[in-house]
């Protein structure tokens, strides 16, 4: 399962946030601030935080992108 914060970064644009404001207000690392930016998974109360800070849903913020499955041949 791949994750896309693609609408975080558009919704810190929106409200004229950048990065640094972000994980001031939310008290996160920049290792998590480095996960969210790979697309990586980070805790449900990262999100949260997030959510509070931005006044948001999680939908507003991420989206999961199911993976294609393989097709095997036999």
Wanted: charged share 30%; with cysteine; proline share 1%.
């Amino acid at each position: 399962m791949t994750f896309s914060y693609n609408k975080l970064w558009k919704l810190l644009i929106d409200k004229g946030m950048m990065k640094k404001d972000l994980i001031k207000a939310t008290n996160m690392t920049s290792s998590t601030m480095a996960k969210l930016g790979k697309n990586q998974a980070v805790s449900m109360d990262v999100l949260g935080r997030i959510c509070e800070a931005l006044d948001c849903n999680i939908g507003d913020i991420v989206d999961v992108i199911k993976e294609k499955p393989v097709n095997k041949e036999q």
